[in-house]
Every structure is written in C-alpha cells, then in structure tokens.
C-alpha cells in the first residue's frame, strides 16, 4: 500500500513538473523571421542603432550611440564623434559624390568622405525628421527654431526661421512635426496645429505659401514618403499630405489596427515598389503590401525589439536597426523560426507524424511540436543529451541520449543500458541495432521471442556474435563488431548491417565482414541511412551511393552540392537531406536535382544539428531553436557580387588605387593589396578570383573563405595588373576590380643606365681598339720601316758583295788574259777575251736582279766554266747534269749563288792537281718540295792540302771568294723560315787520300 501511495505522489510530482516546464513553452511560442544578430560581440560600436542605410557602393551604415559604422559583410569600421563631444547618430544619406551625411543628436552635422570623418557645422540645436533631395543634392531639417538648408555639393548652409517660414501664422512656442522635399524641389513643412507651408526656391532665398489643413489638431504618429507621395499615420488612418493642405485618409485592416493600437511608431519606411514597414519601439515590426498585411509575412514580428529603423538592400536583405539588440539581419524572411525553442541546444528533430515534431535538446528534453498551432509541449526528460529519435518498423519510438529508451505512452523507459550509443537502426523484424563508441551491437527484447530466435539462428550459427546477459534478464545484447563505430545502417531485405569504425566501412553479414573500399581506399562516415538495398554514406568527400559492397556513384560539388563534407544524412519523403558545414542540401535520387540552403537563406551550416521533413517544409535544429522554410524556397540570387580593391599599401605607403595608375619605388617591391567583395547572402560561400599579369602565370586563381587580402613578396621592376572579381554561391560574377602598379627599377637597371653601359663600353673597346691599332700601326710602321731599312741593307749589301766579287773574278780572268798575251797565244787571248765579255754582260744584267731563272744561272756558269777550260787546258772535264723532275725555265733563285763554290772548287781543289781534272755540278728536286738541290763535286786536292799550299805561298793572304760567299749567304738566310742549307764535305780514298770536295746546297725556290 505504501508503495502504491509512493507511485501516486511520484506520478503526481512528475505531472505538476511537466505543467510548469510546459506551460511558459505554451503560453511563449511564437514564429518569427530567422535572423543573424550584429551587435558589440561581433565589433559593432555600440548595441544602440538608431538609423541603418545602404549606400550605393553596397556598404552598410549603422549610427549608433558611439557614432557610425561601415560594415562590409566582415567587419566593422568605426567612426566615433566622441571627438567632438557628440552623443548619438542618426539620419544617414548620401549625396552625389558618395559622401554618407549625419547628425548627431546634439545638433552636429557631419559627413564622411574617402572614409574620413568631418564635422561640417554645430547648430547647438537638436536636429530631427530631415530629407534629402537627390536632384538638388540638398538637405533639409528641423532644429528648434526653424529649418536648415545644406547644399552638400558646396557645403554651404541657409537657417530659416519659423517665423520666416509662417510670416502672419507665426504663433509662440509653436514647432515643426515634420520638413520634407517634393519631387518638384520645394519643401514642404507641417507644423504643430495642421498648418502646412510651402517652400519654393527664388533665387537665393526661398517664396513661402501657408495653409491650414483639414484636422488641424491631430498629432501625426509618422509621416513618411511613399511612392512618392507624403502620407502621414494618426488613429489608424493613413492621411496624405498635399501641398494644397488636403487630407485624405483610409482605413487600415484588422489586423494593422491592432498592431498600430498603443505602438509608438519609429519610422514608416518604403523597402520596395509597392512594399512598406512600419517599425515601433514597442511592439515590432508590421509589413504591407498595398497598404494591406504582407502575404509572406503578415502578422507582427520581432515584437519582443525596440526597432528604429529597417532598410531592405539590394538582394532583399532586410536589416533592422534596435535600441538594445544591435542590427538584425534578416536574409529571408520566409526562413521562420520558433521562438521559446531556443532554451538549450536543439540536437535532434523527428517527424512524428504530419501534424507533430519531437524535438530533442542537448539537457535531455524531449518537446512535441504541434506544426498547425505552432505551440510547443514538454514531453519527457532523460538524464542526457538526445542524439537521435528513430522508429523502429513496429512503430515503436526510441531515444538515443548515450543509453537507448523507449517512448511509450509519453514517458521514456530505459530500454538498454549501454555505454555510449551514438546511432540506432532495426532489422525489419525491429530488432534494435546500435553503435556504441566500442562495438556494434543487437538488442533483443525477449517479448519477441520469434524475432529473436530468428536472429540468433541467423548470426550466431555463423559464430559471429556472442550471447551476453545485461544487468537485466529481460534483455540480451548480442556484439557484432568490436571496433570504435560511428555511422550504422541496416539492410532490412537481408541479414545485413553496414558500419564505419576508425578502420573503415564494413558490411556485416552472417557469413562474414566485408571491408568496403572506394579507389583502393577506406571510406569513413559518421552517418549514413538505408533505402532497400541502397545505402546513402554521409563522406568527406561527398554523398556514396553503395549497392551491396561496390560504391556505384558519388554525389559532389560538381552535381550541385554545397559542400563535399557531408556529416549528416536522413531519407524522408523520398528525399535524401544532406548536412554539411555550409549548410542543407537536398537530393532528389530519382532525377539528381539539388536545392541548396545556407548563408542565403540565413542558415549558418555549423550551427544545424539536425533535420527533417514535413509537409513541404524543411525543418531545422539549430543553436537559435527550430527553424522552418518551405522545400521550394531556395533562395537563389538574382543580384551579382559588388567587388572593390580598398588599398595598396607598399613600403610605409598607403594607397587608394580605384582609379590612378601607381608609380612605386624600388625598395617597395611588398606589395600588399586589400579588397573586398560584397555579397551579404553569400557570406562565407563568396568565392574570389584573382590574378596578377606581369607575374607568373595569367590564370585566374580561385579561393574560397579567404582573407580579402593578398601579399606578392620581392616582385622585379615592372609593370603590374592586378585583377579581382567575386562569385556568389549561385555562381554570379562580379565586375572585375583592376588596379595597375608599375615597380621602377633600381638606377643600375634602368634602361638608360644600360644604354650608358653600352655605349661605354663600346667607347672603350673602340677607344681600346684605337689606341691598340694606332700602337700596331706605328709598331707596323716601324717594323716596315726597319724591314724596309733591312732589306735595303740586304740588296746594298748584295750588290757590294757582288761588286766585290766580280772584280776579283775579271782580276782572276785578266790574270788569264795576260798570261795567254805573254806565252803569244793570240788565238786562245781572243777566245778568252770574247766569252770574257759575254760573262761580263751577263754578269752586269744579274747583279741588279735579286732572284734569276736557273736556266741563267746554269748559262751564266757554262760560260764561267769555258773560260776556265781555257784556262787550264785540256785537263779540266766539267758536267752539267739536271734532273728530269725540274724545270729550269721555272724555278727562281738567287743570282750567282753557285758560282762562288765552281770558282773555289777550280781554284783551290783543281789547279794544283797533275793530271785528268773533274768537275761535275748536279740539279735535282728534293721529296716534292720546294726545294733546289745542288751537288759541286770536284776531284781536287782537297781542303786541307790547298789550305797548306797557301799558307806556304802567302801565310797574309785571305780568301776573298770564301767569305764573301759566307756573308752573303747569311744575307739571303736573314729572316727567311726556309734558310739556304750549305754542306761541304771531303772526299776520301780507301787509303785515306784526300779525293776531292763536294759542296750540297738545298736551294728553297719560288
């Protein structure tokens, strides 16, 4: 009894704690825009956002509390007006020239130019409600005494008073509600008590036309411009504001009555051609359509914000300015998100059935999610996180939070005690199948006994698997592999079960483990999931479809994917969702069509835990709480990529290359170059190409998530192209950003520089080459000079010589004549004297000749050697022989070279010889050379003997002939290669008598 009345109180404790945990998730649960918050903790200046403006380069402006804020997708950069003693921004325009204009709320008015910040004017007066006009590119606004005109192009500024402005209607402590610019450049001012002034410009000054308008009294909430006309909101009612002072109104639906009901409205904004929010500081944000409830969104959100202001920029991106929270920024405003769901981590989502989601969180909760209501309920709490809700084929439910329970009548059962269970699935008879961090395992409740035994008779027979009781007998846990597993699927069309551990992805079959392999390689999956017999594995490098053990195909990038980083994956609704870092893709297998959801629909990939499908609309479990989007809403873009190159900065220097060609320096060969594309909804997914011609390759480069800046380290001297564009995750394509460099050269790598080389150097080897030549010309000149001086030497000395010679000759030939004239031979003296004048002619005609014919020389030595004969009687026989291989009539010698060697033969060899006197002269050719070989050979009585004889007659006498001969011969040798060789040699008998002399000379001729 007691344990009955314990149950009862623990039952009754149970259901009052579900109430209160139930009951706030009730009452709380609301849809609102999903969207990415902006504040102090992601750089901005300051959580207080008063104004939020696009300019017209993509840039979004932020005046807050601190002053203003340019951000670029990345980061932030600050302007503060601290400076100026300036508390608060707001009001943010740009002119013409790009200049972004502001005040502050202590009657400053500043711009911003080439991003430095410049105070203009201190009115000392707040400033408020001002307007811009675009053909005029003049400001309007309202201080406390009147209105201030500034013409941003020349910055000057008009102040008109009140009284100016209303002349006779002026009334103390009367004030403007609002000052705006027609479309015709007037301005039109509406002050307290309805009346309405009209200002035209005239000249320098302005014409002013008063008048009083329809419900004077009422206290305009906002007035607003919008499709081009003034409209202004009171009571509910839309008023339109005339420069005629008439009023017209209109009332507002339902549902805008009760939104605009006690709101204090901040600003009334045109965000499209036919689009308009309303923006309050306590009850959110309205959207209309034609004056009616926006159809994407038409209840009230974001009513737990103080908004000021919202824009909606060039790809549709609504950011919305708040007095607490930062900006927000909303990409899509279809993507929904629950609020009050957001509590703890949201780690698992499961379609329930059609109308239900079962939400699992990362405290051990489990929420049941009513789609049609949008109400949240709790359900039942377990003592660790959920990691997946899976049903089982009998329709069973079970929790994976580390131990496996069963959800049976809206409470939890701890169903298996396991250590660490990470992945569920079942065998078609619903035998459980988990992955713990160490095996693989079956849970077998015995409540199932047919199941079981099938099982087991399957498995165990095959002695695979072994029986293992668990702390209670009801259950039995039957191992299947005992490495560290991670993804499990099973194959319920036959004993299979698929699972990849640290070594890999294997197929588990009563007949064995099969290790399953893509190009040689393990596959590793940590999700995977079964449809048939196709296996779907989540990889790193993309979705494997697998049939039986053979990877059949690969879904990747280049089929539409996202990312090939796949760590998730379900199959619902014939759908395969895949969940990768850069956010959900969708893969239908039967035609291979991908829709891709991520940054552009304002889902950060890392932050989804879990996801499914439901009546056409895809479900999320994110750090934000559950999210929602329809399937067809993809999101793709339609506006490209905005692309800027900020700065170059080389050396200390720091450029602003959008438009000037920049000169550096050659120390400033770093170049570090900064740029930036702008593409809010592709956020991390931009994708840069660049390039820098003149260096390297041409190609484009392609990087994903990079830093926008690069750095070129040492470039040489030259000129540079820098080239950069963006992609978008559609694959839009930006303009490309250009910026050219030119690197001069250092002054000894100029061109001039080389040109001075050059030409120096060609002036020195000219100069060189000059002095060089005129030093061999004079050194030639010399040496000519001194071979000329030589040789005139050599020929003068030639002829003395031969001067010399021939008259010792005619003196030996007259010594001859007389003594033929003394013996009275007449006839012999006549003979002699006859050839004597033949020789003597001849003999003139060839000493002037430095080289004659051998046939003269021979002709001339005849007539030598028939004088002698005269001479000496019959006792003397002379010979002349030539060789056939020579040619007398062609060969050039010295001129009576021979005959000094003849007369020594004759004269010192023959004369004292008794007896037959011989002598013989020989001509040949030598080896087919150039060369004249001549033999003098004499039967005398030799050198030596002749020597005695003179000696004996006349010991002072010299031989002339013999060293005249010697001298000239070393005349003829001076400076020739081929010298004239001269060999005399002495004859011998046996008995060592001397036989005669034998002269060989080796002629060279020409």
């Given at each position: 009894m007691m344990d009955f009345m314990n149950n009862i109180v623990a039952m009754f404790r149970r259901l009052f704690f579900c109430l209160l945990v139930s009951l706030p998730l009730i009452l709380t649960s609301q849809v609102q825009p999903l969207f990415r918050g902006l504040s102090t903790q992601n750089g901005l200046g300051s959580n207080e956002v008063y104004d939020v403006f696009q300019d017209s380069r993509g840039y979004i402006w932020m005046a807050t509390a601190q002053g203003v804020e340019k951000y670029d997708g990345r980061s932030f950069k600050s302007f503060s007006i601290r400076q100026y003693s300036s508390e608060g921004a707001s009001n943010l325009l740009e002119d013409r020239n790009g200049r972004i204009w502001f005040h502050s709320f202590w009657g400053q008015l500043y711009f911003i130019e080439n991003d430095s910040l410049h105070l203009l004017h201190s009115f000392n007066h707040l400033i408020a409600r001002w307007s811009f006009d675009q053909n005029s590119q003049k400001i309007?606004?309202?201080?406390?005494?009147?209105?201030?005109v500034v013409n941003t192009a020349d910055r000057a500024h008009q102040f008109l008073k009140l009284s100016e402005i209303l002349g006779r209607y002026f009334q103390k402590n009367k004030y403007i509600n609002h000052v705006q610019f027609t479309s015709d450049g007037n301005i039109l001012v509406l002050c307290e008590g309805g009346l309405l002034a009209t200002g035209k410009p005239y000249g320098k000054g302005w014409v002013w036309t008063v008048v009083r308008a329809d419900g004077a009294e009422l206290p305009f909430q906002s007035i607003f411009e919008y499709q081009g006309k003034i409209w202004a909101i009171y009571n509910h009612k839309f008023y339109q504001i005339t420069p005629q002072g008439v009023l017209f109104h209109t009332g507002f639906s339902a549902t805008i009555q009760s939104f605009l009901a006690g709101a204090v409205i901040s600003a009334v904004q045109q965000t499209g051609t036919d689009e308009l929010i309303i923006n309050t500081y306590n009850k959110g944000?309205?959207?209309?359509?034609?004056?009616?409830?926006?159809?994407?969104?038409?209840?009230?959100?974001?009513?737990?914000?103080?908004?000021?202001?919202?824009?909606?920029?060039?790809?549709?991106?609504y950011w919305f300015g708040t007095l607490k929270k930062g900006v927000m920024q909303v990409t899509d405003l279809t993507t929904q998100r629950l609020t009050g769901t957001e509590s703890a981590l949201l780690t698992s989502l499961f379609a329930e059935n059609e109308k239900t989601l079962l939400l699992g969180y990362d405290d051990g909760r489990v929420l049941r999610y009513d789609i049609l209501s949008g109400k949240t309920a709790f359900l039942v709490q377990v003592k660790r996180a959920i990691k997946s809700i899976v049903r089982a084929p009998d329709g069973r439910i079970f929790l994976v939070a580390d131990f496996i329970y069963i959800l049976e009548n809206d409470h939890a059962r701890l169903y298996e005690q396991t250590s660490d269970a990470k992945d569920l699935d079942f065998t078609a008879q619903s035998v459980p199948v988990a992955n713990t961090s160490y095996s693989t395992l079956a849970v077998l409740d015995t409540k199932y006994q047919q199941q079981r035994r099938q099982f087991m008779q399957e498995w165990k027979s095959a002695g695979k698997i072994k029986d293992e009781n668990t702390t209670s007998p009801q259950e039995h846990v039957f191992l299947l592999n005992l490495s560290r597993a991670f993804g499990l699927a099973v194959n319920r069309q036959e004993p299979a079960v698929y699972t990849s551990a640290t070594d890999g992805l294997f197929r588990l079959t009563p007949a064995g483990k099969t290790r399953i392999l893509w190009q040689g390689r393990d596959i590793y999956s940590k999700s995977m999931v079964m449809n048939g017999n196709v296996l779907y594995c989540a990889t790193d490098h993309g979705l494997f479809i697998i049939q039986g053990e053979k990877v059949t195909k690969t879904i990747t990038q280049k089929d539409g994917l996202q990312d090939n980083r796949i760590y998730k994956v379900k199959y619902q609704q014939d759908m395969l969702l895949l969940l990768s870092q850069k956010g959900l893709?969708?893969?239908?297998?039967?035609?291979?069509?991908?829709?891709?959801?991520?940054?552009?629909?304002?889902?950060?990939?890392?932050?989804?835990?879990?996801?499914?499908?439901?009546?056409?609309?895809?479900?999320?479990?994110?750090?934000?709480?559950?999210?929602?989007?329809?399937?067809?809403?993809?999101?793709?873009?339609e506006v490209a990529p905005k692309m800027y190159i900020n700065r170059l900065v080389a050396g200390s220097r720091n450029f602003l290359p959008l438009s000037q060609i920049i000169q550096l320096e050659p120390s400033e060969n770093t170049v570090r170059i900064a740029f930036n594309g702008l593409h809010f909804k592709s956020g991390s997914n931009l994708r840069y190409e660049y390039r820098l011609l003149g260096y390297a390759d041409?190609?484009?480069?392609?990087?994903?998530?990079?830093?926008?800046?690069l750095v070129y380290n040492h470039l040489p001297p030259g000129k540079y192209i820098f080239q950069v564009r963006a992609r978008s995750y559609s694959g839009l394509l930006s303009h490309t950003a250009t910026c050219t460099f030119y690197i001069s050269s250092p002054w000894y790598k100029t061109w001039w520089f080389y040109a001075l080389v050059v030409v120096l150097a060609l002036g020195s080897v000219w100069l060189y080459n000059r002095i060089t030549i005129r030093r061999k010309q004079a050194a030639g000149e010399v040496l000519l000079e001194r071979e000329k001086l030589d040789k005139e030497l050599q020929v003068s000395q030639l002829q003395a010589l031969k001067m010399q010679m021939n008259p010792h000759f005619m003196f030996n030939a007259l010594?001859?004549?007389?003594?033929?004239?003394?013996?009275?031979?007449?006839?012999?003296?006549n003979q002699y004297l006859g050839k004597f004048s033949d020789l003597m002619r001849m003999t003139l005609d060839m000493s002037q000749e430095e080289k004659v014919l051998l046939a003269d020389e021979i002709k001339l030595l005849n007539l030598y050697l028939d004088l002698e004969k005269l001479r000496f009687g019959g006792d003397l026989q002379t010979e002349i022989v030539l060789d056939e291989s020579i040619n007398p009539e062609e060969i050039y010698i010295p001129g009576m070279l021979i005959q000094p060697y003849v007369e020594n033969a004759l004269k010192h060899g023959l004369l004292h010889r008794k007896g037959n006197k011989k002598l013989s002269l020989r001509f040949a050719g030598k080896n087919n050379e150039r060369v004249l070989s001549c033999v003098v050979e004499d039967n005398g009585i030799g050198r030596e003997r002749s020597s005695q004889i003179r000696e004996i007659r006349n010991k002072s006498h010299r031989s002339?002939?013999?060293?005249?001969?010697?001298?000239?011969?070393?005349?003829?040798?001076?400076?020739?290669?081929?010298?004239?060789?001269?060999?005399?040699?002495?004859?011998k008998e046996a008995s060592g008598e001397a036989a005669g002399t034998r002269v060989v000379m080796e002629i060279p001729y020409s």
């Open positions: 309007c606004f309202v201080v406390d005494t009147g209105i201030v944000a309205m959207l209309l359509k034609n004056m009616e409830p926006h159809p994407l969104w038409p209840m009230p959100f974001f009513t737990a914000y103080s908004l000021s202001r919202c824009i909606r920029d060039r790809e549709g991106i893709d969708v893969y239908d297998p039967d035609n291979g069509q991908v829709w891709s959801f991520g940054e552009h629909n304002g889902i950060a990939g890392q932050e989804i835990m879990d996801m499914c499908l439901a009546q056409g609309r895809i479900y999320l479990g994110t750090s934000q709480g559950l999210v929602s989007f329809a399937l067809t809403n993809t999101g793709m873009d041409t190609a484009w480069l392609i990087r994903q998530g990079m830093e926008p800046e010594n001859s004549i007389q003594e033929f004239i003394l013996t009275n031979e007449k006839r012999l003296a002339f002939a013999t060293g005249a001969t010697q001298r000239r011969l070393d005349l003829l040798n001076a400076g020739r290669k081929n010298a004239i060789a001269v060999d005399i040699q002495d004859l």
